[in-house]
């Protein structure tokens, strides 16, 4: 009980931490077990990846049309598949580098673009008329060099000009005037910014430390393996094997309890 007291005070911002649940577009990821991380919360705070798991998001769906208000992260494409030469040829970075992609960036009629546009698009679409606070990151873990990040910064700016603009780098320093946006257990991280444990099993980490370390953050993402449907070996996003047990969104639910609303009425 005074560890959770200690940490209760420490947590300047209760409402913004939740699980990264990147992969809930994939069209077998469990609704139901989604629905109940979220139960008895007044705020949702949501995030997901376009396009790579699928397009239709029916989770995401649902979560987006709940009458509570929602803080959401969304990011538009990603761009560890382009590093790893892994890219399926549904994604918008599929057959570059950082430096031809780079430079496809900055040309409107170049594949690259065209494809960021639809689903920049499609994301609009989606979040059109919901309730919500709306970050917005345009490439995951990104590549791309800084012209071509501001770019596309600039282009989600101008068509979802009520949401918060997030840079994202994998190794590079953020854009200014942007949320700065860093993944796994100790990123140097200044305010405003999201930390996100993408990438490090949430399980294997001090998440006391870890939650205090970032409360300057607007959002803290919690992340295992699972919320990106990873069992092992690589498998194209879309065909993972995404059929998780209600067990499992439990078992996190209690995670959440216990690091993030401590002594909250939801648990």
């Known amino acids: 009980m005074k560890a959770l007291l200690v940490l209760l005070a420490l947590m300047g911002v209760a409402n913004a931490q939740a699980p990264s649940l990147l992969g809930v577009c994939h069209p077998e990821f469990n609704c139901r077990g989604v629905q109940k991380l979220y139960e008895g919360q007044d705020k949702l ?8 798991f699928g397009n239709k998001c029916q989770c995401l769906e649902g979560l987006l049309n709940d009458a509570r208000p929602k803080i959401i992260r969304a990011h538009l494409i990603q761009s560890p598949c382009m590093r790893n030469k892994r890219c399926g040829r549904y994604e918008a970075l599929w057959g570059y ?21 639809r689903i920049l698009e499609a994301f609009r679409r989606r979040i059109e008329g919901k309730n919500l606070t709306c970050y917005v990151s345009p490439c995951l873990e990104c590549d791309l060099y800084e012209p071509a990040r501001r ?3 600039n282009l989600v700016s101008a068509a979802v000009p009520t949401c918060n603009i997030v840079d994202n780098p994998y ?9 700065c946006e860093k993944h ?20 294997t980490v001090d998440m006391n430390t870890w939650v205090a370390k970032y409360k300057h953050c607007d959002l803290q993402f919690y992340w295992e393996y699972w919320m990106n449907c990873i069992r092992g070996e690589f498998v194209d996003p879309r065909k993972r094997d995404c059929k998780y047990p209600i067990s499992v969104f439990n078992y996190t639910r209690e995670l959440l309890c216990q690091y993030y609303f401590p002594l909250s009425d939801i648990c």
Do not use: H, M
Request: positive net charge; contains cysteine; aromatic residues 4%.
């Open 45 to 52: 705070i949501i995030s997901w990846l376009e396009n790579t």
């Open 97 to 117: 580098t950082a430096a031809s992609a780079s430079r496809a960036a900055q040309n409107p009629r170049s594949r690259l673009r065209k494809r960021f546009t």
């Open 151 to 153: 770019l596309l910064a």
């Open 171 to 179: 190794r590079r320093r953020c854009l200014r005037g942007y949320t």
């Open 184 to 203: 796994g257990e100790n990123p140097r991280l200044s305010a405003p910014c999201i930390v996100d444990l993408d990438g490090i099993d949430g399980t």
